[in-house]
């Protein structure tokens, strides 16, 4: 028995050696030019890396281990090592080849490996056009050459010969004892006890994304691609190039910033606050409840309020992409989710730092939930508050992390811990989120007080930091990731028809803004009024510029597709491929029309599939 473990236990261990020593190559081998890194980083590279080897070497070793338990009830000598040199052969070969090819594409696509590479095997011949035959012979036999090192490795830790066991009680014992040794495998393959389980972005640990890429194993990096590699072009191919275009064209044209001024000041400094689930029959505003967010609507009769922003999408990783990146939501898919796409989209952050702007952001839960933490990473946020940044006692009273006014809390002393000017924080806030677990108790239904606790601790937070210096010069963007379905028998139209909020100093006064729009769209409109340049934001409209002619709202959710315009909305059911939802403006059916929102919400669905494709 003790022969069995031993054996696991050093497989184990140097699969963990080998994953971490191809960290410190990396950083040798492929050190931008120019760069200094010290042995502390080369350190947290490992040490945060490790993260994702711990499931990649779970799931090398649980053939292994699952070998051993029928092993031991095999009554001869069995040749392990010879037995065993296949099966290391495999992954010897695969992670030599995973490895090497990392360290060749890595200086050209400033990316890890992932699945990306499998769009260029139909044409080898142009993927090679830039490397020479050499080039690509040294990596061959340097991918030889490291297989061989690492089969000896594997190989040398295995024992030549496997005794029996003797007595059903002790082969009975093994076999109970590796089955428990499961459990921690299984915990350790998906990453923890976490709600997140492993992904890339639980590696990101510094400002330097060249630190975060080179402690991301290669490995895990390609395998958890393969699965996101889909043709996503081809989805919802409604029409021929020539008709999709035809439909798209002028849906989102360059909204240039040509428009009214809203600000007193050029340069704010902006909050951004997305506020989960904050659907509009929350907000009076939007036809909604009165009694639920009486600061929401006070701060509305003050400020700028949009009361025809409709959110893009169903989920909180789908509605923070589109509130940041101004890019939109997919029924099957959450861009969130695939770094070799989220990577491409301007972010917010990114776009205000090239104006001088230090951003940072702060969420009460866990930060690496859905890959969130890769994105905000890359999209800018140099300084990002967690969970993990709350005691235990401050995290016990929900399950999803920390309520909001402890969060709220913590944002009134980032704001007022900000030494450099401008600046930029975007705050998502947690608890109007099931189970509705909130130390507040107004309203009698748990679901609405949810609500209305959030927009209690908003309602605080706003007065308290009107009384600082900092509310001069300050602009407070509030906008939900997405609506929810409360009460249960409201439309799709109605879960997705919301609000956004504009508030502080900055505002020069109060409007109410009727212009049907997305939340994507508060990117341009943000950069608008900022007066700096948008037109990476490519499906992001500035709805104040005299560009933006034809105002329409669009939406998806699993099943399908909203579009709303002046003539009224269609929600479309993509799987039944029929319209579940249909209201026209002028209170009379007109099937000609719906049949227009139809086709331009079909051409604005494969449109956006056609342009991720492209990515």
């Given at each position: 028995m003790k022969q069995r473990f031993a054996w696991l236990l050093r497989l184990y261990l140097v699969l963990?050696?080998?994953?971490?020593?191809?960290?410190?190559?990396?950083?040798?081998?492929?050190?931008?030019?120019?760069?200094?890194?010290?042995?502390?980083?080369?350190?947290?590279?490992?040490?945060?890396?490790?993260?994702?080897?711990?499931?990649?070497?779970?799931?090398?070793?649980?053939?292994?281990?699952?070998?051993?338990?029928?092993?031991?009830?095999?009554?001869?000598?069995?040749?392990?090592?010879?037995?065993?040199?296949?099966?290391?052969?495999?992954?010897?070969?695969?992670?030599?080849?995973?490895?090497?090819?990392?360290?060749?594409?890595?200086?050209?696509?400033?990316f890890k490996l992932d699945a990306t590479i499998f769009y260029y095997t139909d044409s080898p011949k142009d993927a090679l056009a830039s490397v020479s035959g050499g080039y690509v012979a040294v990596r061959l036999a340097a991918i030889a050459a490291y297989a061989a090192l690492l089969l000896w490795c594997l190989r040398a830790v295995t024992p030549r010969l496997l005794r029996p066991m003797a007595g059903l009680g002790r082969k009975a014992g093994a076999t109970a004892l590796m089955?428990?040794?499961?459990?921690?495998?299984?915990?350790?393959?998906?990453?923890?006890?976490?709600?997140?389980?492993?992904?890339?972005?639980?590696?990101?640990?510094?400002?330097?994304?060249?630190?975060?890429?080179?402690?991301?194993?290669?490995?895990?990096?390609?395998?958890?691609?393969?699965?996101?590699?889909?043709?996503?072009?081809?989805?919802?191919?409604?029409?021929?190039?020539?008709?999709?275009?035809?439909?798209?064209?002028?849906?989102?044209?360059?909204?240039?910033?040509?428009?009214?001024?809203?600000?007193?000041?050029?340069?704010?400094?902006?909050?951004?606050?997305?506020?989960?689930?904050?659907?509009?029959?929350?907000?009076?505003?939007?036809?909604?409840?009165?009694?639920?967010?009486?600061?929401?609507?006070?701060?509305?009769?003050?400020?700028?309020?949009?009361?025809?922003?409709?959110?893009?999408?169903?989920?909180?990783?789908?509605?923070?992409?589109?509130?940041?990146?101004?890019?939109?939501?997919?029924?099957?898919?959450?861009?969130?989710?695939?770094?070799?796409?989220?990577?491409?989209?301007?972010?917010?952050?990114?776009?205000?730092?090239?104006?001088?702007?230090?951003?940072?952001?702060?969420?009460g839960g866990d930060i690496n939930f859905t890959n969130m933490q890769s994105y905000l990473r890359t999209g800018g946020y140099a300084t990002i508050v967690s969970d993990v940044d709350f005691s235990l006692e401050e995290r016990k009273d929900n399950p999803w992390g920390v309520n909001d006014d402890v969060t709220f809390a913590r944002l009134e002393q980032m704001v007022a811990g900000q030494g450099h000017t401008p600046w930029h924080i975007c705050f998502l806030t947690l608890s109007s989120h099931e189970p509705w677990t909130v130390p507040y108790s107004r309203l009698a239904d748990k679901i609405p007080n949810a609500f209305a606790f959030t927009d209690h601790c908003l309602g605080q937070f706003v007065e308290r930091i009107r009384k600082t210096p900092a509310w001069k010069d300050l602009l407070i963007v509030c906008l939900p990731d997405h609506g929810y379905q409360f009460p249960g028998d409201i439309t799709k139209e109605q879960h997705h028809h919301n609000s956004m909020l504009w508030i502080g100093g900055a505002v020069a006064g109060h409007r109410v803004v009727t212009t049907l729009m997305n939340q994507s769209d508060m990117a341009a409109t943000l950069l608008g009024q900022l007066r700096i340049p948008h037109a990476d934001y490519t499906f992001s409209r500035d709805v104040f510029s005299t560009g933006y002619k034809y105002p329409f709202a669009f939406f998806t959710f699993k099943e399908g597709f909203g579009f709303a315009d002046s003539t009224g909305h269609t929600v479309y059911d993509i799987i039944g491929d029929r319209v579940s939802e249909d209201s026209a403006a002028s209170g009379r059916s007109d099937e000609a029309m719906t049949a227009v929102r139809v086709a331009r919400g079909k051409a604005i669905l494969q449109s956006f599939y056609d342009d991720l494709g492209r990515r």
């Open positions: 963990l050696a080998i994953f971490v020593t191809q960290k410190a190559a990396f950083m040798w081998i492929d050190k931008p030019e120019g760069a200094h890194y010290r042995l502390a980083d080369c350190l947290g590279v490992m040490a945060h890396g490790l993260l994702l080897d711990v499931p990649v070497a779970g799931y090398l070793i649980a053939l292994p281990l699952l070998s051993m338990m029928a092993l031991a009830w095999v009554p001869c000598v069995v040749r392990l090592r010879c037995w065993a040199t296949p099966y290391f052969a495999v992954v010897a070969l695969a992670a030599s080849v995973m490895f090497v090819a990392d360290l060749s594409l890595y200086p050209f696509w400033h089955l428990a040794a499961t459990a921690p495998l299984v915990i350790s393959i998906r990453g923890g006890l976490g709600e997140s389980t492993a992904n890339i972005g639980k590696v990101y640990f510094s400002e330097d994304e060249y630190l975060n890429h080179s402690a991301i194993n290669p490995c895990f990096s390609m395998l958890a691609s393969l699965g996101k590699a889909d043709d996503y072009a081809s989805e919802f191919d409604y029409f021929a190039e020539g008709e999709r275009a035809r439909l798209f064209d002028g849906l989102y044209a360059p909204t240039d910033a040509d428009t009214v001024r809203l600000l007193n000041t050029r340069r704010p400094n902006v909050l951004v606050i997305i506020m989960e689930g904050f659907g509009g029959q929350f907000v009076e505003a939007v036809s909604g409840r009165k009694d639920i967010a009486p600061n929401y609507n006070r701060l509305a009769r003050e400020g700028i309020i949009f009361t025809n922003c409709y959110s893009n999408s169903f989920r909180t990783d789908r509605g923070t992409v589109s509130t940041l990146s101004g890019y939109p939501s997919f029924p099957t898919q959450s861009v969130m989710k695939l770094p070799m796409k989220s990577r491409t989209l301007p972010c917010l952050a990114a776009t205000l730092g090239g104006q001088g702007y230090k951003s940072s952001f702060l969420y």
